[in-house]
């Protein structure tokens, strides 16, 4: 139940991946000499093996929102422009047919979008 006293606890994944930890490799250089100059040397291939390949790991955000949050994602916007996306005219077309889960997760998913996110779940505590 949505009251003036309610909050809402939501969970996003950045974008991308951070290096956790790094791999452990092992290379060999091959040497070849050259048949026609007696001291000339170069390195023809370089084999790695790998020990333990490298981790990564994306990172999370939890933001807590207050009822200023609740009460934007739940009152009816105004009338998309021209040339706005389809999601934007589907929510403003069926609007009174949405639950006010579908409300908030339409309004967190456009946040997530803004600071580079993937929204995770959400809940109202």
């Known amino acids: 139940m949505i009251d003036k006293d309610s909050k809402l606890q939501a969970n996003f994944k950045e974008i991308g991946e951070y290096l956790k ?3 452990n490799y092992s290379t060999a250089g091959i040497k070849v000499k050259n ?15 790998i020990f333990q390949a490298p981790e990564y790991k994306s990172a999370t955000r ?7 949050f609740i009460e934007m994602a739940l009152t009816r916007p105004k009338k998309p422009r021209n040339g706005a ?12 047919k949405l639950s006010d889960n579908d409300k908030l997760e339409f309004q967190l998913n456009k946040y997530a979008h803004d600071i580079n996110c993937e929204l995770i779940g959400f809940e109202i505590i």
């Open 62 to 68: 939890s933001v807590q929102m207050d009822n200023s």
């Open 35 to 49: 048949a026609f100059k007696d001291d000339e040397e170069f390195v023809l291939i370089v084999p790695s093996r």
């Open 85 to 96: 996306a389809y999601s934007e005219w589907n929510i403003y077309n069926n609007w009174k």
């Open 21 to 23: 930890n790094r791999g």
